[in-house]
């Protein structure tokens, strides 16, 4: 089972942050938050990845709480491209084999 | 460069055909999955192949049989599938399970319909 909790679906004004937000309060120590997205009938993009510390890439933030019970993707200026399913997976590193789990994922609508 | 290319983009087969699904990766990365992904839900994971040995079968049926002929490729080979089998399937590769974190990179899938 997936061990996170996602909205649905958000709405987003184009141009606009869009924050995502992921519950998975039952994480421990060693797992991973990994966060990807799939546009209609393509394969999943990975977006972005943290342990532990607040990460930034050139596509999105990962904002993880200090308890690391929950987690935002910030994509700071959303376009109609970013129109997709956005998954929250928490991963186990270590010696857990690339067992990625994803839940049903929130599915972001940005409109003009 | 992490780029995962599968071919064919779309298949069409009969119940009793044989056919297969290619997957390729030049990113020297030594772990490699498949997945299958119904339409309105999520991706499953089905296979991963570590160091070019399977290590993982997540109770899949026979009739899908993957194959790691070296580092680069994976295949599925699909014989006697059911309708409900229409699917897309993905493939992934990552670096390296052991140890640390390991980064999944997508293929574009193959759009499998089983008439």
């Known amino acids: 089972d997936a061990k996170t909790t996602q909205p649905p679906s958000m709405d987003c004004a184009e141009g606009r942050a869009a924050n995502l937000p992921c519950n998975h309060s039952t994480i421990s120590g060693n797992e991973y938050v990994y966060w990807y997205r799939q546009i209609h009938s393509q394969g999943p993009q990975y977006i972005i990845h943290?342990?532990?510390n607040n990460e930034t890439n050139e596509m999105a933030s990962l904002i993880i709480t200090e308890d690391r019970k929950s987690s935002t993707l910030i994509l700071p200026h959303a376009t109609l491209r970013d129109t997709a399913v956005y998954y929250c997976?928490?991963?186990?590193?270590?010696?857990?084999?690339?067992?990625?789990?994803f839940g049903q994922g929130t599915i972001l609508t940005v409109h003009p | 460069d992490t780029e995962v290319t599968q071919t064919p983009k779309h298949l069409v087969m009969g119940m009793t055909n044989k056919k297969s699904l290619k997957c390729e990766q030049h990113m020297g990365h030594r772990a490699m999955y498949w997945y299958k992904q119904k339409a309105k839900k999520p991706p499953e994971l089905m296979f991963v192949y570590s160091y070019e040995k399977l290590s993982i079968n997540e109770s899949v049926p026979s009739r899908f049989s993957p194959e790691c002929p070296n580092s680069s490729l994976l295949n599925l080979h699909l014989h006697a599938l059911q309708p409900e089998d229409s699917a897309l399937y993905l493939c992934?590769?990552?670096?390296?399970?052991?140890?640390?974190?390991?980064?999944?990179?997508f293929g574009p899938g193959t759009r499998l319909t089983v008439l």
């Open positions: 997976i928490v991963c186990p590193g270590g010696t857990s084999y690339g067992k990625l789990t």
């Open positions: 992934a590769s990552s670096q390296d399970l052991r140890g640390g974190t390991d980064t999944q990179y």
């Open positions: 943290g342990l532990k």
